[in-house]
Every structure is written in C-alpha cells, then in structure tokens.
C-alpha cells in the first residue's frame, strides 16, 4: 500500500464531434489542479476520457455512414492528439467506454445491483432528450421541452430496468446535509437538495431499441443507459475489479470536475450507485460554470463553438491556458471574446510579467555585470518578502478550494506589487550614489527573487513561461516542488540570460500603430472637455461592506459602500464578473455626487467606476488603500 492519491478526474466527453474551448476550459482547469497537487508532492490520478455509447452517437455514426465504433474512433483520436496533446493537458489515464475493462466493470455493477434488489424490470413511460440523453416525466417538462436544455423531447414508451434510486433518497439527502464540501459551490448544493426533497423516482436505466451500449447481462436485448454506463467510468479508472489494491489507494476520488449542467448527475445518481454498491462517495462534485459565447453556452449541438488549436495557433498555448485559468471566473459563467483574450495577454502577461522579467535581467545586467549580487541585511525587502509569503499561502488556499481563477489574481496581483517597488526603490538612481550600493544589490535581488518565485507559483497553469523565465535567469529549469516558492533561494553568483520577450505583444488592427493614426487624422476636431467640466465629478473613494444579489436580475448586484461620512446603496451591473466575497471589503471609486435613481426598486446613490471590453470587466480600485472619502481627481 503506498500513499492515498489524489484523484481527479473531469466528464468523459461524447465523441459526437471536435470538442471545443468550453470543453478545454474544463480540462485545463483540472490539468492545472492536477500540476499542483503533484507540485505538493503527492501522488496524482488524473483522468479524463470519452463517453462513446448512446442513441445520440448511434444516430451520427448512421448519418456519417461509419459504424458507430469508427465513428467515435476517429474523433477520440484527434481529441487526444492533437487537442489533449498540444494543451499539454497532462493526465495519468484516458479512459473510453468502449474498453473491456469499462464493460466488465459496468456490467458486473449492473448484475450486483440487479441481484441485491435494487434493480428491477418495469415499464418506462415518458420523455427523453436526446442530446442530453436524459429520462424526464411529463411533469418535469418546461413548456413541453427539455427542463435542462429547454430542447424538443421524444416519448419513450418500452420495457425498461428501473434503478431503485427511491430507496436512497433520505440516505442521499443526509449525507449532502452532513458533508457542507461534497457540492460546491454552494448555490449547486441548494439546487440539490431542492432536486431530491421535490421527490426521488426510480431511474429508467436500460433502453431497446438501438444496440450502441453496454448489453444487460442477463438481458441482452436492452442495453444500459448511457449515463449509468458513463458515471461508472470513476470506478474503472480507479482500478475497481481489475486492480483492488491500487483501487484502495485511489478511490474514493477527492474531485470529479463538471459542468453545471450535468451537477445532478453526479450529485445525485452517482452517489445513488455508489451507495447501493456500499462503496464510500467521492470526496467533491464541483460544477463550474459555462463559457458563453455571447449570451449563450458554447455547444457542439448549438454549433457556436471555437476551436482551442485555432487559438493556440494564433496566441500561442500559454496565453490560451491562462485565459481559460483567469477569466472565467471561479464558479460563474464567462463570456469568450476574443478581445478578452487579447486583452489579458496583453496586459498580464505581456506587460505586467513580461516586462517584470527584462526589467531584472536588464538591471541586472546594467547595474551588476548580468550577475545577481547577494541580498544584504537591513533591508526593506521583507515588504517583498513578505507579500510572497502571503501569496504563497493564498494560492495554497485557494487551490485547495478549487479557486483556480482566484489563485491566478493573486499571482497576478504579487507580479503587479513587483513591478511597482522595484520602479519605487528607483534603482537608477541608487546606481549613482556608491554608498547605497548594497540598497541596490538588494533590489537587483529582490527583482531575481521575485522571478524565481514567480516561475514555481507559475508552474501549474503555464506551460512554457516558466521554463523560459528560469532560462533567462540562468537557474535550473525544471521546478521540483511547490516549497521552491519560498521567497530567498535564489542562488547568489548566477548570471542571467537576457532573452527574447517572453510574451510579445498581440497587435490587432484597433492596436496597431497604423490604425491609431489613421484615427487621429479623422479625429479633426476632439471632444474636449475643460477642467472645469471635469470637476463638476465628485469622484471619492469608497469601501465596500456588503453585497447582495439582487433577486430576479441577473446582472446586478445591491451594494453598500462606506463613503466616508454614510453607508450609501450603490446598485452596480457586475453580477457577472464578481463574487460577492471579492467585492466585500474593496476599495472603490464611486462617483458620489450622480442623481439618485430607482433601479429594480432600489435607490441607487451613485455608481463605480468600471473598465470593460465586451466579455470582461474590472472594477476601478486605487493602487494603495487610502480613507474613505478621499477625493479622487
Ligand atoms: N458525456 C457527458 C459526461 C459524462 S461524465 C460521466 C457529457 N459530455 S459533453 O461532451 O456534453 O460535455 C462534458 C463537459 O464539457 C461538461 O460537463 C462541461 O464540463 C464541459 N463543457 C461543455 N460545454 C461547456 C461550456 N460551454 N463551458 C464550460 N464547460 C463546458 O456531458
């Protein structure tokens, strides 16, 4: 027996087509989880695969004219290479259902199951829908449609095996109630329980019909639903049946990544399964959000999708992992655009840690012969040092809470702190009075230091940044652990290489030089506004001590903002790009003296500033904390 794993795992994907960015959201989110448990030194499972049988696949594998097996064959094998491939999504273990471990595994649950009493032979009546291959009853139908999808349903009416998830409704609801971390976010958690207090039925689980699946054992006319079939796709990763003793290492699994929409399939019949099997339930279901496209998810069957490798062709694979990382953020839905690519690019990593990197290795360069001098005491350092340790634990904490957007702010955040004490410590004018030499040396340091640091805290999402960053600074390339993050390990005497940049900037035709002329040519006569005018805004500094969502308005959020004298009600159209704990506690800027309007009901005294591009939106905050109420001009 060796250490317990941790064990990860995402959807396997139907092979019903090329898969797309919200499908590569999912992995590379996993993939970077995955990076930084290992990074921690512990042993890893990460799995993810396909999910090949069911009607749907069937019906495209008839029009494609190819059996449904080549059908799938071919698509599975792009999806590992190139897509998997080049996103260099690392995972210990692709499994597809169409194996004959999956189907011994499937069909030996499926005749314990059926022996122990919890399956049964009936009668299925009611609704089907096909791209989400899911069982409805008439009056869980919305308007007549799909109530997940809101897509056309089929009626179904055959024979059926009826999985008696009944029996375990009381069981399941317990255990959601007593484990607070088994679905998150917590919002898919009330989602649940309402599911299972509304009433549990029995699960149709076999079809006739089509043959595209799993055969009954004992009844080889129907085969199994493909989500019974698909959700037992955990265990025969895990080694269940084939290998007992990895099996008591691996399972139960510490994450299974999902999408928001299929949170009750997981949340609900899995367990069900697992608990008739009386094995123990994984440990966390965490449904994310969707990556819209516009105001709508980003589907295969809805057919607006983007393809990753186009991305990575134009970008470059670092920026598309960081993008998919950062933006859309934790728990929420994100809107692709590709401006907001361009953008984040742009101004994270081609500005905020690309410059931070030449910066160094130029001054260092400059100011010590390209060798980086020791770091001496009595310095102010530790305020570096100090915010490293604090970003340190920060994505500790935020990675073991699956916050993966939210660690890379606070990366972000540590690159920006950076970039602004190395200007303040002004190293150009230290290097012209020798007596503050060792002052130098320490920022000269500091800036290496800070590099390193960055390239190990950068390890689990980036992919070729780090390597690139450690070259340049002339240290070993590879990053071993996590605890390599701690601030003052840089070795003494080592020269730095300076490079190329590491991220160049992405030019579009609205950012290159050309085009920006050409607007001001046009531009004969600009809109000036006089300072006067500019006074007339009471432009004041705020904080944050609440926010609320605003019920039936999906865009905004109620706040309260401490203006230095009041508490003000401000309602802002954020909703979508905030967490309600990332606002409490922010400083804003508020415009303190705009006409109070009534906006769902609520008086709104006022608003805050807010930089936006279509898809992506920030919220103005000074770079210090300053006292509430300090005008801003
Ligand atoms: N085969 C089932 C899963 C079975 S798991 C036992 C399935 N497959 S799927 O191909 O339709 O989608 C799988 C997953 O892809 C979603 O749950 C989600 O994780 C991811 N996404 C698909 N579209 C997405 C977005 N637009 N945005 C984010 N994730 C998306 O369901």
């Not at 709508?296 to 057919?303: A, D, I, L, N, P």
């Not at 990382?325 to 590709?338: C, I, M, R």
């Not at 340049?472 to 490079?499: C, K, N």
Request: with cysteine.
């Amino acid at each position: 027996m060796g250490n317990p794993v941790w064990y990860i795992t995402t959807p396997i994907y139907y092979p019903s087509g090329d898969l797309h960015v919200g499908n590569a959201y999912t992995t590379v989110v996993a993939d970077a989880l995955a990076r930084y448990h290992r990074l921690q030194g512990e042993p890893v499972l990460f799995v993810t695969g396909t999910d090949e049988h069911g009607q749907k696949i069937a019906k495209n594998a008839e029009v494609a004219g190819l059996s449904p097996l080549q059908y799938v064959s071919e698509i599975v094998a792009r999806i590992q290479d190139p897509l998997w491939s080049r996103l260099h999504i690392s995972y210990d273990d692709f499994i597809r259902t169409t194996e004959p471990r999956h189907y011994r595994v499937v069909q030996s649950i499926f005749s314990q199951l059926e022996a122990e009493g919890d399956i049964y032979k009936g009668v299925y009546e009611g609704w089907y829908c096909l791209p989400d291959e899911s069982f409805w009853t008439e009056s869980k139908l919305v308007d007549g449609h799909c109530p997940d999808c809101g897509r056309p349903v089929e009626k179904v009416r055959q024979e059926s095996y009826f999985f008696r998830m009944n029996r375990y409704q009381d069981a399941m609801i317990a255990h959601i109630e007593s484990h607070p971390e088994f679905i998150q976010p917590a919002s898919r958690r009330n989602e649940m329980l309402a599911f299972l207090r509304a009433g549990l039925e029995d699960l149709s689980i076999s079809r006739t019909g089509f043959r595209w699946g799993i055969p009954v054992p004992s009844d080889p006319d129907h085969v199994i639903y493909v989500w019974f079939d698909a959700l037992a796709n955990y265990l025969t990763a895990a080694g269940y049946l084939s290998d007992p003793e990895r099996f008591a290492r691996t399972w139960p699994a510490d994450v299974h990544l999902v999408g928001k929409e299929i949170v009750r399939f997981h949340s609900i019949i899995w367990p069900i399964m697992l608990m008739a099997l009386k094995l123990p339930l994984p440990r966390t279901i965490f449904g994310h959000g969707w990556v819209l496209l516009g105001d709508t998810k980003m589907s295969k069957s809805r057919g607006n999708v983007v393809d990753p490798l186009v991305l990575i062709d134009r970008y470059g694979l670092d920026a598309v992992r960081y993008y998919l990382l950062k933006e859309v953020p934790f728990g929420a839905d994100g809107s692709y655009t590709e401006d907001a690519l361009i953008l984040r690019t742009n101004v994270d990593l081609a500005n905020d840690l690309g410059n931070l990197l030449s910066r160094s290795t130029a001054m260092i360069e400059r100011f010590n012969g390209g060798v980086v001098p020791p770091l001496h005491a009595a310095s102010d350092s530790h305020v570096l040092a100090d915010e490293v340790a604090r970003v340190y634990k920060e994505v500790e904490a935020c990675m073991n809470r699956l916050e993966v957007s939210v660690a890379l702010t606070a990366i972000a955040a540590l690159i920006r702190v950076a970039n602004n004490d190395s200007e303040e410590q002004q190293p150009w004018a230290l290097a012209r009075q020798p007596e503050r030499r060792e002052e130098l040396d320490n920022v000269l340091y500091n800036l290496a230091e800070v590099c390193r640091v960055l390239s190990v805290l950068l390890t689990p999402f980036l992919i070729d940044a780090p390597t690139a960053m450690r070259h340049q600074l002339g240290i070993d390339e590879s990053v071993h652990r996590y605890q390599e993050a701690v601030f003052g390990g840089f070795p003494v005497g080592t020269r730095v290489r300076r490079g190329d940049p590491l991220f160049p900037r992405i030019e579009t035709e609205a950012s290159s030089p050309k085009k920006a002329a050409k607007t001001v040519e046009v531009e004969e006569e600009p809109n000036w506004i006089s300072i006067e005018d500019f006074q007339k805004i009471d432009l004041r500094i705020g904080t944050v001590k609440r926010a609320e969502i605003v019920e039936g308005a999906d865009r905004l959020l109620k706040l309260t903002v401490f203006d230095g004298e009041h508490d003000r009600i401000i309602v802002s159209g954020i909703r979508q790009y905030y967490k309600i704990e990332d606002l409490e506690g922010q400083q804003v800027v508020l415009v303190a003296n705009l006409k109070p309007v009534m906006l769902r009901g609520i008086r709104s005294e006022g608003m805050l500033l807010a930089g936006s591009v279509p898809g992506a939106l920030s919220v103005v905050t000074p770079s210090r904390s300053l006292p509430e109420g300090a005008r801003v001009k």
